[in-house]
């Protein structure tokens, strides 16, 4: 879609047509489902689901206050890793006060039916596993990395947007997106490194 078509599209629907809204959300439920996927290496098909529908919720409610400083994916994107946070920790929340996961109140919104639509060309299982548990690697070692750098690493290897994108997201310049990117990075190294000594299974003669 073209700057100029974006721009009418989100127009109409903050002026509450029901049509546009609905073009909105088939043009960007499924990259908002990838990406959601990929940022809880225990999210189910079902967490992505929710977290999407809150995530969709969410800019039905402050779509008023995106005026276009950035690409309307790359803010969405951020609500959707803010979102899939607070899910995370809810998630936890809930098994330290005894295993119970709360139930969404939209989980199924019969207004926007939205459901999740993943790519056609989808790995083998063999692939799919390997990189679920890649994923659940760095996720732990994002965990350690903290905030604000976990949030620049996920919208730049995550959400596949560019420095310009980030910086206008963040109201960051490009140099400050590189520089601290770069620096982010640094510190992900030796963690991740760490984390994954930690998974590799003790060398013995029985598994060499």
Request: hydrophobic letters at 35%.
């Amino acid at each position: 879609m073209t700057p100029d078509a974006e721009v009418g599209l989100l127009e109409r629907c903050r002026r509450g047509e029901a049509r546009a809204w609905d073009e909105l959300f088939d043009l960007h439920y499924a990259v908002t489902a990838r990406f959601v996927y990929q940022l809880g290496s225990t999210f189910t098909r079902e967490d992505v689901e929710e977290i999407c529908q809150e995530t969709f919720l969410s800019v039905i409610k402050h779509l008023g206050s995106f005026h276009g400083e950035s690409r309307f994916q790359t803010w969405l994107l951020r609500i959707a890793a803010n979102r899939a946070r607070d899910y995370r920790d809810r998630q936890r929340a809930a098994k330290r006060g005894g295993g119970q996961t709360p139930l969404s109140l939209h989980a199924e919104d019969p207004e926007t039916g939205l459901v999740l639509d993943p790519p056609s060309a989808a790995p083998g299982p063999d692939v799919a596993l390997a990189s679920r548990e890649t994923l659940a690697l760095v996720d732990r070692a994002l965990e350690q990395l903290g905030e604000p750098c976990r949030e620049l690493v996920e919208l730049r290897y995550f959400g596949d947007l560019s420095y310009e994108e980030i910086g206008a997201a963040l109201k960051l310049n490009v140099k400050t997106v590189s520089s601290r990117l770069s620096r982010c990075l640094d510190r992900l190294e030796p963690i991740l490194a760490g984390t994954i000594s930690r998974e590799k299974p003790a060398v013995s003669p029985s598994n060499l």
